[in-house]
């Protein structure tokens, strides 16, 4: 029997004990949990940074002995003893996953993990096969940030939103270190390949903070291995995959972009995509890609609100209560129609290209089978979404 995932986006701090108490109980609980951790992708300090997850897992109960670090850094890393295996091939580094029932992979820059876990003719090392070994058997596998990128097979190594607006795509880091150099607030998508644990489509992270509606939409598109549904995880947030199916951890949600019957006219525009946001409560099918809502929709009227709302993209904190008051629960008929005649809502957000101006018109249409509900967040399900990016003279 496969294993459970929990794929968090970053910023794991109110939710931590939750989701590190769900890595203890899936890995065998109090008694039988062994978890390793693998800091590859943090870049320096790889003992403190051990010690100090050590000691966050202690607090929740298992023993010093329970918890273990896999040797494996970054190139330019040396832990304490002056050690770096560098690489998953190196000679008797997977003794160190000896009667391992939960691995988490730190956050920082998934180019490393990428780099060392990974040949260079994309196969497999000896590391990441005892790996899959561990969560085939029933052990889970998880990771924050850096650590939940490197989760699915085509990985977003980098980009914005304006990025995409204003850059190609990269394959499989070319030319990274110029990159990292340049310091470009419109940072270009870069695809590779990931770790590929989860099967279901593409992982992007921290969605609930950053402007990467863009660039999971267009990852999407883009990649090559037909992989057109994106799962981005919000902040304090976990994706608990288990058997085909998720649920949700932590305080924010989890949004699922279905781009299969989408159609893109050129970078920052697409139209066709299928949006839905998963909360703690609601659990999602990833093989059907059907959500299964805690609450039905509420029945009540709500007025009419402006057609336009200034940043209302997913990052903005007007996202939910758009959404919720003004398209799930707005009377019919008081909405402006789309090209599709649905019902429809805008959200418009200006930005910066090199001293271009840039204006960003995403669409939200309530279909027939669209619903949802307002809790601490809004959750809801099919929600139709279209996007049209145009520079413009001020």
Same mark, same amino acid.
């Given at each position: ?8 986006? =970053?910023g794991l701090?109110a ?16 008694? %039988? ?9 943090s870049?320096e ?22 918890v ?5 850094? #970054?190139?330019?890393?040396? /832990? ?8 998953g091939d ?5 003794d160190?996953?000896?009667g391992?029932? =939960?691995?988490?992979?730190? =956050?920082?820059?998934?180019? +490393?993990?990428? $780099?060392?876990?990974?040949?260079a003719?994309?196969?497999d090392?000896a590391?990441?096969?005892r790996?899959?070994?561990i969560?085939? *058997?029933?052990g ?9 990128a490197i989760?699915? %097979? &085509?990985m977003i190594?980098?980009? *914005?939103n304006?990025?995409?607006? !204003?850059h ?13 150099e340049? /310091? ?25 903070? %950053?402007p ?11 990649? !090559?291995e037909?992989f ?6 919000s ?12 649920t ?6 989890v ?6 019957s #989408?159609?893109?006219e050129?970078?920052g *525009?697409?139209?066709?995509v &299928?949006?839905?946001?998963i909360?703690?409560g ?5 093989r059907?890609?059907?959500a299964?809502l805690?609450?039905p929709?509420?029945?009540? /009227?709500?007025?009419?609100?402006p ?11 007007l +996202?939910d209560d758009?959404?919720?008051? $003004?398209?799930? $629960? ?6 402006p129609?789309?090209? /599709?005649g ?7 957000e ?5 001293g271009?101006?840039?204006? !960003? &018109?995403?669409e939200?249409a309530?279909r027939p089978?669209t ?5 601490v967040? !809004?959750s ?7 996007? %049209? ?6």
């Amino acid at each position: 029997m496969s294993g459970t995932l929990l794929i968090v986006g =970053g910023g794991l701090n109110a939710s931590q004990n939750e989701v590190f108490s769900a890595l203890i109980e899936k890995a065998g609980g109090l008694s %039988r949990a062994k978890i390793a951790f693998i800091v590859t992708a943090s870049g320096e300090e790889p003992d403190d940074l051990f010690r100090s997850y050590r000691a966050d897992l202690v607090a929740l109960g298992l023993k010093e002995e329970q918890v273990s670090l896999v040797p494996i850094y #970054a190139q330019h890393v040396l /832990d304490e003893r002056g050690y770096n295996a560098m690489t998953g091939d190196a000679e008797g580094l997977c003794d160190s996953l000896d009667g391992v029932t =939960g691995v988490w992979f730190t =956050g920082g820059d998934q180019y +490393f993990t990428h $780099q060392c876990l990974l040949r260079a003719d994309g196969s497999d090392t000896a590391l990441l096969t005892r790996l899959r070994q561990i969560y085939e *058997n029933g052990g889970v596998i998880g990771g924050s940030s850096a650590g939940a990128a490197i989760m699915s %097979r &085509v990985m977003i190594g980098s980009g *914005n939103n304006r990025g995409i607006l !204003t850059h190609p795509v990269i394959w499989e880091y070319a030319d990274y270190d110029a990159q990292c150099e340049k /310091d470009d607030p419109c940072d270009p998508m870069i695809l590779a390949r990931g770790l590929g644990f989860f099967p279901e489509g593409i992982v992007d992270q921290h969605f609930n903070k %950053r402007p990467r509606l863009l660039r999971l939409i267009e990852a999407c598109m883009r990649n !090559t291995e037909n992989f057109r549904v994106g799962y981005a995880v919000s902040e304090d947030t976990a994706l608990v995959y288990h058997e085909g199916a998720f649920t949700v951890l932590g305080s924010a949600g989890v949004y699922v972009a279905d781009c299969r019957s #989408a159609v893109r006219e050129d970078a920052g *525009n697409y139209r066709g995509v &299928v949006l839905h946001a998963i909360h703690k409560g609601d659990s999602f099918d990833c093989r059907t890609l059907q959500a299964t809502l805690a609450q039905p929709s509420p029945q009540r /009227d709500r007025d009419f609100f402006p057609d336009y709302v200034s940043g209302g993209v997913i990052h903005s904190p007007l +996202f939910d209560d758009m959404i919720d008051r $003004q398209l799930l $629960q707005a009377k019919e008929g008081v909405l402006p129609a789309n090209a /599709d005649g649905l019902p429809c809502i805008c959200g418009a957000e200006v930005s910066d290209l090199h001293g271009e101006t840039a204006v !960003t &018109v995403v669409e939200y249409a309530r279909r027939p089978d669209t619903c949802g509900y307002r809790g601490v967040h !809004t959750s809801f399900a099919n929600l139709g979404l279209c996007v %049209r990016s145009k520079k413009i003279q001020l």
